[in-house]
């Protein structure tokens, strides 16, 4: 799997895991702050997600992203 891969996969699983309370912004901060990449390469990372419709236009997940994310959690899960 390539690095593209891993990292919408994990900004997916992080919306999955986001609080009631936090927004699209708290969890692109959160990512950067991990120093995965710098806040453009995450919007760019999100924007590529809205257009696959894995998040809709309100900044939710959709079916197709709420499924990709549960794969992602399997993936990443220690045995």
Do not use: H, W
């Not at 760019?44 to 549960?70: C, D, M, P, Q």
């Amino acid at each position: 799997m390539d690095e593209d891969k891993i990292v919408e996969k994990v900004c997916l699983l992080a919306l999955f895991k986001k609080r009631p309370n936090e927004t699209l912004k708290d969890i692109q901060a959160m990512l950067v702050d991990t120093g995965m990449f710098d806040m453009k390469e995450c919007k760019r990372v999100f924007k590529t997600l809205k257009s696959e419709k894995y998040i809709s236009e309100n900044n939710e997940l959709t079916l197709k992203g709420i499924t990709e994310a549960k794969d992602a959690e399997e993936m990443f899960k220690q045995p």
